[in-house]
């Protein structure tokens, strides 16, 4: 029943874009060819009459998005910071899906948490305020507790909102599907993985006692980083449908009137916002993936509030590294290396020219760097590597998605800050840093230290594992000999000298 089931709800799609005006600017994003563009005038145009009516006061795009539920508008956020898929056009349409959104309402906010908490909300909370910040998939509430006086963000997921989102997800998989299909320009960009992607963070996000534990894991990775700070969790006061923290008083990042008004140094904020993001990653490979105005914060005192912890992003050690060799390679304009860095990791396939593709990355960097601070640009760098890796048959790389589109969204919001700041000269000492840490002498002595710590936890399963591999690979028809005794002690004198050295290299380090 889900084919005949989606393909209602794409119809219902379909008229919604129609209804709204938004379906030429969703065609024209994704650059349709014709059978494409009739297969969606088809489905939609004839029924859209059926289709949902937005806010006529929005543009076409996210008019239809919100018209069509949260899921939808979640999705067409993740879009907005990604004008290498949809195009600069849609992309600053989708923007306006940022800003605050109807909330429901507080009478039903408070019996969510009395039933979530155990408690009444007047029991638990001194004072309890409407609505002070509504999004897509939950809203936040301003209180006090009872027991402290502590003033402290309550966040309440929206009713319902698990069962529309996984009903909806269902569909942008059918659609995705269907996009690959009919246009095979597109596999490249893997719709189905890209949509994967959305569902595991979405689905993340709507359990809070998740987000609790990135919010509580992030804290923990930051304490020591001036002039930043994460709002503690509440733990007693959270739970799967709501989610208590320290409430963060300061200045929006957004309102550069009211930061002015403080006296605070917007220059310093916007390179040290660009500095802790790539900290984050490329040092814990856990970093704040939604860092728009919106959950940035200033204090009294100039520190960087962040909040908001439902899209983290993760990434492994070997991928940190690769990124900042790719970083570092196009600050120092060592394009050979940069694709050196490519085919290493397997990002290019390997039957590709080395030297076409660092010439290719060359023809990216050398345009940017010549271009005065203003117009110098990570976003645009982004999307003129991926031009370039399309030709060389690169494919989306799904564990950078959140890295890159981060990346885009924290560049914006450090220009709105500080229209003249130099992206590459704040990001050349994290890189350095980051690169002297973990790709040098020091590096490799601590990669060695680990790979003799796991040899040596694993010595005395060695004999046994090695045997069993040798007779695994003896001839099928032969029977398997009889563990020598010899042999044996052989053996566990080799995981013996594995673990002695392993020991004797901790000693030396």
Do not use: C
Not at 125 to 154: K, M, N
Not at 361 to 383: C, H, K, Q, W, Y
Not at 452 to 475: C, D, M, S, T
Request: without cysteine; hydrophobic residues 50%.
């Amino acid at each position: 029943m889900k084919g005949p089931h989606n393909l209602w709800r794409l119809i219902r799609i379909g008229a919604t874009l129609e209804r709204n005006g938004a379906m030429g600017v969703v065609l024209d994003a994704f650059r349709a060819p014709p059978r494409l563009r009739v297969a969606a005038r088809v489905l939609g145009w004839p029924f859209r009459w059926l289709g949902y009516a937005g806010d006529p006061a929005l543009p076409p795009a996210p008019r239809a998005l919100t018209a069509m539920g949260p899921a939808y508008i979640k999705f067409g956020q993740a879009l907005s910071t990604r004008p290498d898929v949809v195009g600069e056009t849609l992309a600053d349409q989708l923007r306006y899906l940022q800003d605050k959104l109807p909330p429901f309402p507080v009478a039903r906010a408070r019996a969510m948490i009395a039933e979530e908490l155990e408690d009444s909300v007047d029991t638990i909370f001194s004072e309890f305020s409407e609505p002070v910040a509504a999004a897509s998939i939950a809203q936040v509430h301003h209180a006090r507790l009872a027991e402290t006086g502590a003033e402290v963000a309550v966040k309440v997921l929206r009713p319902g909102i698990e069962r529309a989102f996984r009903r909806d997800i269902d569909a942008f998989y059918f659609v995705a599907g269907l996009i690959e299909a009919l246009l095979p320009s597109s596999r490249r960009l893997r719709p189905r993985d890209v949509i994967a992607h959305f569902e595991s963070v979405v689905l993340g996000e709507l359990d809070l006692r998740l987000e609790s534990a990135s919010a509580s894991e992030f804290a923990a990775n930051t304490a020591g980083d001036e002039g930043f700070q994460v709002p503690p969790i509440l733990w007693r006061y959270s739970g799967r449908r709501v989610m208590t923290m320290g409430w963060a008083e300061g200045a929006a990042m957004g309102d550069n009137a009211a930061l002015d008004a403080a006296g605070h140094d917007r220059r310093v904020l916007a390179a040290r916002l660009l500095s802790v993001f790539l900290r984050h990653a490329l040092r814990d490979g856990f970093f704040h993936a939604d860092l728009h105005q919106g959950n940035l914060k200033v204090s009294a005192a100039g520190e960087i509030i962040a909040y908001d912890f439902g899209i983290m992003g993760r990434i492994d050690a070997y991928t940190r590294r690769v990124y900042a060799e790719i970083l570092l390679g196009f600050i120092r304009k060592d394009y050979r290396r940069i694709a050196e860095v490519h085919f290493e990791a397997g990002y290019v396939p390997a039957d590709r020219d080395v030297d076409a593709f660092a010439s290719a990355l060359r023809a990216v960097g050398e345009p940017i760097f010549g271009m005065d601070a203003t117009r110098i640009s990570m976003a645009r760098l982004l999307n003129y590597l991926f031009e370039v890796t399309e030709r060389f048959g690169m494919q989306t790389r799904t564990e950078l998605i959140l890295l890159q589109r981060t990346m885009v969204v924290v560049e914006g919001v450090a220009r709105s800050l500080d229209p003249q700041i130099n992206i590459w000269q704040v990001a050349r000492p994290v890189v350095e840093d980051y690169v002297r840490e973990n790709l040098g002498p020091q590096a490799f002595m601590r990669d060695l230290w680990l790979t003799a710590k796991v040899l040596a936890r694993f010595g005395p399963r060695l004999p046994a594992e090695v045997e069993a591999l040798l007779i695994r690979q003896a001839e099928p028809r032969a029977p398997a000999p009889r563990p020598h005794r010899g042999r044996g002690l052989a053996w566990a004198a080799f995981g013996a000298a594995t673990m002695a050295a392993g020991v004797w290299l901790g000693a030396q380090l």
